[in-house]
């Protein structure tokens, strides 16, 4: 304890400490056991109580005053509480605790009596109903900080994947608006190309040859694949046609006609077609037509990209449905989380294979859960891995169960610490990147499920291999 004065103990402490609910029912005997075997100090207002790291080797009971505590949330210290009057901290009989997990300071003058670890042995058999009183603060602080720890696991998760899908999100929403702009400008400069095709006043029967081959070369929208070099060969080929021809801004108008498949036997075509008249206006006018379609194309493959990730995270986070069991496949929950994680795959180039029969039997499942099992399991599995990485996600029927075998090459879980990987906040990671408890969930969630979660791990290869019984 830092920053503490030792005071002689006040006369009334007895009556003091009788008085806190926690104390209430234990024999004066016990109590004054108590009082003689501590310390009684005083932090004045302001002044660090503990600091996170330092060794804890007392239990502290508040007699007066107010204690705020912080604990680490990320890089930085976020409150935690305020410990007051009649409240006891620090190590607690049975308790593993060895060092101060946070950060504490006085917001007022605080009264402590404090009691060395050296003394719980003695306080069993002096009083057992006293120790009783104690472990049960113990268990309320374990259930506090695990339901903090908790959400702190999903916040996390929320936040890595809201990053990533805004990330997701912002890709087609951006195409949507350069498209769109690009849209406006070619609509307003239309009617001056269409003015053009009329002066030249051609037949209807050459009106019908040329959209013949207008509308064979629409079906080729994002169909060819051509080389660079090809494409290059192609673009040189058709300016230089169109330069002959005099045809203005051939440049725009090649490489459109290249993205469509064009090819200089489809111009001597038209131009055979239109039997010696201005070939020009008509291909600026198809130019034009074919770039508004490329344009309207990708408005609306943006606008799917859109609601496919609104689905998917719909899909993910079961906002739709009741926290209920219900027939579930398992294969719908991958592909949704996913495409949640995308993102973070894109960063590292991660490759992702994904063996799924045609046909699963479905399982009896808490949809929301199970897919909190695949990101958590998925997100380690990332995290493992280095730049392109290769993941893969096996789902399939052993017997009376479907099992997801989820595989990384990464660089594997020492052996030593592979029995300690679903522990409570056992984590290798530093506490911004986790907080060792994600595993622990999906333990739990898979043991609500009535399945089983096996890992193996060597070097090059891990799998995680969840099983769960599949609905009767």
């Known amino acids: 304890m830092l920053n503490s004065k030792q005071l002689p103990k006040p006369a009334e402490l007895l009556e ?23 310390e009684y100090c005083l932090i ?29 949330r990320g890089k930085s210290m976020k409150e935690f509480g305020v410990t007051k009057t009649g409240a006891v901290t620090g190590v607690l009989p049975f308790s593993r605790m060895k060092i101060a997990g946070g950060e504490g300071s006085a917001l007022t003058d605080v009264y402590i009596l404090r009691l060395h670890r050296d003394y719980f042995i ?59 702009e690009e849209l406006y400008k070619r609509i307003h400069t239309s009617p001056e190309k269409f003015k053009a095709v009329l002066r030249i006043s051609i037949s209807p029967e050459q009106t019908d040859e040329v959209n013949n081959i207008l509308f064979s070369k629409v079906q080729n929208l994002n169909k060819i694949d051509l080389s660079l070099m090809e494409r290059e060969d192609q673009l040189d080929e058709l300016l230089d046609w169109l330069e002959d021809h005099d045809v203005e801004d051939g440049d725009e108008v090649a490489e459109t006609f290249v993205d469509f498949g064009f090819t200089t036997d489809d111009l001597a075509e038209m131009e055979r077609i239109l039997d010696g008249k201005d070939i020009a206006p008509i291909t600026r006018w198809i130019e034009s037509t074919l770039s508004l379609e490329k344009l309207v194309s990708e408005i609306r493959e943006s606008a ?32 949704s989380t996913i495409i949640m994680l995308k993102f973070k795959m894109k960063l590292k180039q991660i490759t992702i294979q994904k063996n ?47 099992c997801v075998e989820i595989t990384d090459n990464g660089h594997g879980i020492p052996e030593d610490i592979q029995t300690r990987i679903f522990e409570p906040f056992f984590t290798t990671k530093s506490m911004d990147e ?13 043991k609500k499920h009535n399945g089983s979660i096996d890992l193996t791990s060597v070097p090059g290869k891990t799998t995680f291999k969840v099983c769960i019984p599949v609905l009767n």
């Open 434 to 446: 986790g907080t060792g408890i994600g595993l622990d969930i999906v333990q739990k969630i898979i």
């Open 122 to 180: 003695e306080m069993v058999n002096v009083s057992y109903p006293l120790t009783q009183a104690l472990v049960a603060v113990m268990s309320t602080r374990i259930r506090d900080f695990s339901q903090l720890r908790f959400q702190d696991e999903k916040l996390m998760a929320l936040g890595k994947l809201s990053a990533g899908l805004a990330h997701e999100l912002n890709n087609p929403a951006s195409a949507m608006v350069r498209s769109s």
């Open 304 to 335: 799917d990209r859109i609601s496919t990730l609104v689905k998917a995270v719909k899909g993910y986070s079961h906002m739709d449905r009741d926290n209920s069991m219900e027939p579930t496949d398992v294969r719908d929950g991958l592909r």
């Open 16 to 38: 003091t400490l009788h008085a806190f609910e926690l104390f209430q029912g234990i024999d004066k005997e016990a109590l004054e056991w108590l009082i003689d075997k501590s």
């Open 356 to 402: 799924f029969p045609e046909q699963l039997p479905k399982v009896s499942a808490v949809v929301g859960e199970l897919n909190q099992v695949w990101t958590n399991i998925l997100a380690n599995a990332i995290d493992a891995l280095g730049p392109e990485g290769k993941l893969t996600i096996d789902a399939y029927q052993e017997r009376d169960s479907i």
């Open 44 to 72: 004045e207002k302001g002044e660090v109580f503990f600091e996170k790291g330092t060794p804890i080797d007392y239990m502290h009971i508040v007699v007066a005053g107010e204690i705020l505590v912080r604990v680490p």
